[in-house]
Each structure stands twice: as C-alpha cells, then as structure tokens.
C-alpha cells in the first residue's frame, strides 16, 4: 500500500491556475511535512525563472531533459536524489533509521488534469516509483502547532594550519559540527517541563479542536546544553597550532512546526533541533557567500574582522498559522524582503506581514600566522560599532530564500510537474 499525502485545497486550484507561459514544462516545490502515519501538503510554488534564462520562455521547444538542476536545486533544496546529496553536503545532522525517506513526485497534465503521483527513496538511489494517493482536504493549514525557542550561543572554531588547503566555510561547518552534537544531545524543556519521548506532546492540556483553537496552540522551548565529557574520559586542554579563528556570538530565534494529528514529544524536539542547526549553517553560509561575492580585503595579522550575522525574518504561509522565514542583513529593507518571499513563494506578500526577529548576531573572523588557541577557549570581546559592518554586507538577492527552505518549515522533499500533453 503506498503513502497517503493529505493536501490544502487551495492547493488543488493553485496548480489548476498555473500558466506554460509558452514552455512545455513548469517545475515547482511542494512544502510539507512527512510523518510515520501520513505525509501533509500545505503549500505549492512554481520554480521562478532564471534571470539569464527568460529569454527561453519565448522557445516553447524545452524539454524535460533541459530542466536546470542547479536551479531547481536551489529553489526547492530538497528535490529528489540530486538534491537530496547536495543538501546532506550541509547538514549537521542525519537522518534518523525511524523517518520516512519517501519523497513524492507529482505529475500534472495542463489539458486534462490528470495528477500521476509516485513517491521516491530518497536514500536508495535504485529505488523504483511507488504510487501515492492525492487527497485533498479543507484546512489543514490551520492544523500545526508551533514550537519556538532562543538559543544563546558562543561558539569559538579555531582554523588550524594543518588543514589550510580548506576553505573558510568548510573550516567553519567542521568546528560547528562538534557544536551541533552539543545540541543533539541536549535537555528541551517544552513549557518548563522535561517529558518523554514518546510522551503524547498535548498531554495534560485541552487537544486543539477547530481553527481558531488550533492556530493559537504554541509552546516555548529551552535548551540545557552540556559538556562533551563523560565519566570515561578525563578533561584535557588541548592546544593546536591555527592561522586564525572565527567565534560566532548571539541569540538565535528559532522555531518549529508539527502537525497535530496525534503530536509526540520526540517529534517536536526532533523539529526544534533541526531548526537551530539548520539557521546557524545557514547564516554562516550567507555571511560567507557575501565576502566572497564583494572580495573583502583580507586584514592584517593578528587583526580582528566583525560581521553582523543576517536576521530571520518570518511571514505567514497565505490562509495557515505556519510561517517559513528569509534573512536580511541591516541594510535591506522591508521592501526588498517582501519581494524576495513574493518570488520564492509565488504568492503575494504584504509588508505588515513581516515579522523580524530581533537579533544581533557577530561574527569575528582573526587571522594570526603560527597562533595557538585552546580548542575550549570563549573570547568575550564585543565589536566597538558593529552596525557599521552591514554596510558591506550586502547579500544577492536571492540568497535569502535559498537558505530559508533549508529552515523554513519542515523535511520535505515534495516536487511537481505541469507539462502539456
């Protein structure tokens, strides 16, 4: 029997809406989210085109085969096998031997609206198409509760001479992998309270019936980190020789969201977890997309270089209580955002919409030749005037969104086709 995905309507009259424009294909992005019972779809957007590739829109001859995978890759950050290795490139977290690796494909017929829809492995490359039911479903939008929390962090990576063939983001997301572990192996009080994991999450409270109930259902999370050390090994300092280091300080705003059919414990700590490593992967590799794309002078030795971090911005999926987020540095403007969230989501984005978390977040990036630094060290130094550093810190337009769906909602890997026959 295969898997059941249980859709928004609305997303039913969205792909009826859409337009070829000319092109024998348009390719998209579902968001959702998959469970053990049954997988959820709340919300359906086209790939935007390619700036240097709207001149195709006018050869109505493309093919399949010409679909821009790097493109795609980048809108949907989780399209099927191709995307599913360049994404796991990024994480810092695996998947789990519980967790349905299925992912759907759907196919869509622009004349006759016949939906073909088969699901993937996402972890067997081999893996033949299984068929799917589609089933449509009046608000389920409303239906998700949403976990939120502030992660405090303080993150010192020494970047060792030894590996100095490296790059600057590859140094960085091996020093934040041994932070990652950290927050794996984590305590999460949700509302103040430790609770088992297999614990039903709306236990002792009221279950949320109808919209209104639902959509006002949050919890708060926090977090207990603790050292990596156990009773079987002794605490040594351990000193390695570095070329410089880059400390990443701030409050992260993180948060989650699970549907309400039947909610554990284990579910919503999974999804916070995954959201606090996802958005400090993703700003770091932001921050470091934008020095390289504006070529920022390298500083002297021994002389410390401060970046403001980019901020998360949240917007509301249209009709749903769920809202996937962007990133702004300083400098841009709400203007700027809105656009950015009406071209990745394809629906239309008020400013009032917005909501920014506020946060600043630093980086410091030193470079010292033949330095020592303890791996455990923490520098407590601040920047003098960090608002000045968003000056240069102008992001691409579309980098933003491309992070955000790694973060936004939930570990889908949904993907449509709507081809003419």
Wanted: aromatic share 6%; proline share 4%.
């Amino acid at each position: 029997m295969g898997r059941t995905y249980i859709v928004e309507e609305t997303i039913g009259q969205y792909l009826s809406n859409l337009s070829l424009q000319g092109k024998s294909f348009v390719s998209g992005l579902l968001i959702g989210q998959c469970s053990s019972q049954k997988d959820y779809v709340i919300l359906a957007t086209r790939t935007p085109p390619k700036e240097e590739r709207n001149e195709n829109l006018k050869h109505p001859k493309d093919q399949l085969d010409n679909l821009d995978e790097e493109w795609a890759t980048e809108h949907a950050n989780q399209l099927v096998f191709a995307v599913e290795k360049s994404m796991n490139k990024k994480r810092l977290w695996s998947f789990t031997e519980e967790e349905v690796s299925d992912r759907v494909t759907l196919h869509i017929c622009s004349s006759t609206k016949k939906i073909l829809c088969r699901t993937y492995d996402i972890h067997d490359p081999k893996s033949s198409a299984k068929p799917a039911d589609w089933k449509y479903q009046n608000g389920l939008s409303t239906s998700w509760l949403s976990l939120e929390c502030t992660v405090h962090i303080n993150i010192h990576i020494p970047l060792s001479t030894t590996s100095v063939s490296y790059t600057l983001e590859k140094n960085t997301k091996n020093g934040l992998a041994r932070w990652a572990k950290q927050i794996e192996n984590g305590i999460y009080l949700i509302n103040g309270q430790v609770k088992a994991e297999d614990c039903d999450l709306l236990e002792g409270q009221k279950k949320p019936r109808g919209n209104a109930q639902a959509s006002s259902c949050s919890f708060d999370v926090r977090v207990l980190t603790q050292l990596l050390l156990n009773s079987d090994h002794r605490s040594t300092a351990t000193v390695q020789i570095c070329s410089g280091s880059v400390n990443l300080k701030g409050a992260v705003k993180c948060r989650a969201y699970i549907h309400s059919n039947k909610p554990k414990v284990k579910d919503a700590v999974q999804a916070v977890k995954r959201d606090i490593l996802n958005t400090v992967a993703d700003r770091c590799e932001i921050l470091f997309e934008d020095l390289l794309l504006n070529e920022i002078p390298e500083k002297k030795d021994s002389e410390k270089e401060f970046h403001i971090l980019p901020h998360r911005v949240f917007v509301p999926i249209p009709g749903s209580t769920v809202m996937l987020c962007d990133y702004k540095f300083g400098d841009e403007s709400a203007e700027e955002i809105r656009d950015h969230f009406i071209e990745m989501l394809d629906h239309r984005i008020q400013i009032e919409d917005l909501e920014i978390a506020e946060e600043i977040n630093t980086a410091f990036l030193s470079s010292s030749m033949n330095s020592e630094a303890p791996l455990d060290n923490r520098d407590d130094e601040q920047p003098k005037e960090p608002m000045q550093t968003t000056i240069v810190l102008k992001i691409q337009q579309n980098m933003g969104m491309i992070a955000a769906f790694a973060v936004a909602l939930l570990a889908v890997g949904i993907s449509f086709h709507y081809f003419s026959d």
